[in-house]
């Protein structure tokens, strides 16, 4: 990654719960959206991801950390994968404590 990229933390909420198979299916959306976004160009590279979970033990949602050139390189990567960008926000200082 270039040194010009932001972190960004996404917040990604599902109207409806999903199984972790439809989770795996989405992820590998996720992952042909982010090809094809670098294959234009575009400087965006997934971190990592939390997976947001029911009692039931189904997916309600993900919080994500990506690094990109912009906010709009998050929407759209959002848009092509499938996926819900519920919130976008800048990744600000890391707190110290317990």
Do not use: K
């Not at 960004?8 to 090809?35: C, H, K, T, V, W």
């Not at 092509?80 to 110290?96: C, F, I, M």
């Amino acid at each position: 990654m270039a040194n010009d990229t932001t972190d960004f933390l996404i917040m990604r909420e599902l109207d409806d719960p999903i199984s972790y198979d439809q989770l795996d299916e989405a992820a590998n959306g996720s992952g042909a959206a982010l090809e094809e976004l670098r294959d234009e160009g575009v400087d965006i590279r997934w971190v990592e991801s939390e997976v947001l979970e029911n009692d039931e033990g189904q997916v309600t949602g993900t919080f994500c950390h990506y690094q990109a050139e912009s906010e709009e390189a998050i929407y759209d990567h959002a848009d092509r994968a499938g996926l819900p960008a519920t919130n976008v926000s800048r990744q600000g200082e890391r707190l110290d404590g317990e």
